[in-house]
């Protein structure tokens, strides 16, 4: 019972979807549900009428007449259900575009931490699977809704029709149906049981991982070559075992069982049929009117079980993509966007725990500090503990598991996510670059970009020689795989024009998250050197595991296992002599043999 209620939660989902895309589709659906049930029943009628006229009256022009009505009828029944069919296959494509333009944009809006995890999940993948999957999502589920629905009403028509036959006749028809239903779906309810089969998931992130210059590199190098095509025979038996075996054979009993009480059906009723005709209980045109209506009856029944089956399919489909669809909005955003300022005093982290949804484990814990405008803050500490994440929460990506964070005194689930972000200008270690031009990838717009701005902001990022010596210079195009005029930066090439478009947004307050772990020591200094120059006035927040970095700081924190081991200025912390001290002197020691 709940099972079917969701099937028709969903199905009334996908119609919604359907009439907000575009509402002449679901009024040529509509349509063509009793064009298909009517077109089939008019040719029985024919042949019943034909049959009546020369039995009994044998009245040329009632049989020309019964003719013309009819093959008009037949006439218009083809035209509308073929105009239909074309105008349906046109609107289609509107639809499925609008599903997968909300994808997107629900990709592009999510709450970050939800965009994590559903990433993670890969549901954006079995969505996207599901919407191209035969001939498109959208297509697959108007015709199994008109199928459906053309089955019930078909079903219900020659019903009628075949009333006046025995009771026991009629329940016959209705049992062996019945049956076939119950036996049809067992292949799709393997696969539901199956689930978005894990064995797929691999055979996809392979293909991916294996088709990326990225992975190709270590692949050639490290002869990974083998390793991942065993692994990938492994998997392909896998789903081939799942789905070929597994499923093909549940569906071969489901069409066994189905084929049995066909020929039960058919002999029943026909041998029934004739057996009246013999008796001379109803006459020829009758015979024909009913043997018609038996043949139609099964083929009702049987498309029933069938669009009822994949039915279910489609629903579990639905469910994911709604799934995605879906939105998760953190907090309660109450302060309206034109009652606050674009500067940023202060931030406070009062005792801010964190754990990743699904985990158990806290990454943070009690952490507290504040920044005031003006200030430099450091994060340091070995990778893994914790500093992006310290990150993440403090520009609004991920809200606090427990503990507040505060921005000029408010808490920050009280602003609106979209202004929020305007305040920050940051610099992650894995930033995308967008396939647009250098001066777009720095300004981040297409209409009003200062020129003259992002040449200061490139020119502050130690990229200004670089970029001139290109052939297209500032508009040179980024991004090959989709330009085919595109360029390639290197790794520190590419930060630099993250780093010029943090400069340019030129935000309340400016992150650094280690983007320059691609360059060396040395010019990760010179770099937070420059920035710090930059940003006088501002917050700015640094983040790095070299400690050599951000000594220029007002306030370092040491990040051990999610914790604030150590806080203070550099010099503080190397007086006191503890973790921090020794980390330096480790480094230090490192780059001077290293460089020396
Ligand atoms: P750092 O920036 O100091 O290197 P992170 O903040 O990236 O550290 O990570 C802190 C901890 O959180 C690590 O143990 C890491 O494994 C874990 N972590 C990071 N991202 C996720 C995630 N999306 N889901 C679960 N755990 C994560």
Redesign the pocket.
């Known amino acids: 019972m709940k099972k079917l209620k969701h099937i028709i939660d969903n199905g009334i989902y996908l119609l919604r979807l359907m009439r907000s895309c575009s509402v002449k589709t679901f009024y040529l659906m509509l349509i063509q549900i009793p064009v298909k049930v009517l077109f089939p029943f008019l040719g029985i009628l024919l042949s019943q009428m034909v049959v009546r006229v020369l039995t009994e009256s044998g009245d040329p022009q009632e049989l020309i007449a019964g003719i013309v009505i009819i093959g008009g009828l037949l006439i218009t029944g083809g035209v509308l259900d073929q105009y239909t069919a074309g105008s349906l296959q046109i609107m289609m494509s509107m639809v499925q575009s609008g599903l997968e333009e909300r994808i997107m944009e629900n990709e592009i809006t999510a709450d970050y931490e939800e965009l994590?995890q559903k990433s993670?999940s890969g549901i954006f993948e079995e969505a996207m699977d599901y919407i191209w999957r035969n001939n498109s999502f959208i297509p697959r589920s108007a015709e199994n809704m008109v199928e459906l629905f053309s089955g019930l009403f078909g079903f219900l028509l020659y019903a009628v029709v075949l009333s006046e036959l025995h009771i026991g006749i009629l329940m016959i028809i209705i049992g062996t149906t019945l049956v076939s239903f119950l036996f049809a779906d067992l292949g799709a309810k393997e696969r539901r049981k199956m689930g978005w089969n894990i064995a797929t998931r691999y055979i996809t992130k392979l293909h991916e991982v294996s088709s990326q210059p990225k992975a190709g590199k270590d692949i050639r190098l490290y002869r990974m070559g083998s390793w991942f095509e065993e692994k990938f025979q492994d998997y392909l038996t896998q789903s081939r075992r799942n789905f070929h075996g597994k499923i093909a054979r549940k569906n071969f009993k489901s069409g066994w069982i189905d084929a049995v009480m066909r020929v039960v059906r058919d002999g029943v009723s026909y041998g029934y049929l004739i057996w009246i005709l013999y008796q001379r209980r109803i006459g020829a045109a009758d015979f024909v009117l009913m043997t018609g209506a038996v043949a139609g009856f099964s083929e009702w029944v049987t498309k029933i079980a069938v669009q009822l089956a994949n039915t279910g399919q489609m629903s579990a489909e639905i469910s994911v993509i709604r799934e995605c669809l879906k939105e998760k909005r953190s907090g309660e955003e109450t302060i309206p966007s034109a009652d606050w300022k674009l500067e940023l005093d202060e931030i406070v982290f009062d005792h801010v725990f964190y754990r990743?949804p699904g985990?158990d484990r806290y990454?943070l814990r009690d952490i507290s500090f504040t920044v005031k405008k003006g200030e430099k803050l450091a994060l340091v500490?070995m990778?893994?503990?914790?500093?992006?994440?310290?990150v993440k929460l403090l520009c609004g990506l991920f809200a606090p598991t427990a503990g507040r964070i505060l921005v000029n005194g408010r808490d920050v689930s009280e602003y609106g996510r979209r202004e929020y972000y305007r305040l920050f200008s940051t610099v992650f270690q894995d930033s995308a670059v967008l396939p647009v031009s250098i001066m777009e990838n720095v300004a981040q717009n297409r209409e009003s970009i200062d020129a003259d701005r992002v040449k200061d902001c490139i020119e502050k990022a130690g990229l200004k020689q670089k970029v001139e010596s290109l052939p297209q210079g500032y508009d040179t195009l980024l991004v090959p795989e989709l330009n085919s005029s595109g360029i390639t930066l290197s790794g520190g090439q590419m930060q630099r024009v993250m780093l010029a478009r943090a400069i340019y947004k030129g935000a309340s307050a400016l992150i650094l998250d280690e983007p320059t772990a691609a360059l060396d020591p040395i010019a990760e200094n010179r770099i937070y050197m420059e920035y710090n120059r930059l940003v006088n006035g501002k917050i700015s927040v640094f983040i790095s595991h070299r400690l050599a970095s951000t000594h220029f700081c007002d306030n370092i924190l040491l990040?051990q296992n999610?914790e604030i081991r150590e806080a203070g200025t550099h010099e503080e912390l190397m007086a006191i002599n503890g973790e921090y001290a020794r980390m330096f002197a480790l480094q230090s020691y490192y780059y001077q043999e290293n460089m020396g």
């Open positions: 994590e993670k990743y985990s990454v500490g990778n893994g503990a914790g500093k992006t994440t310290c990040l999610g």
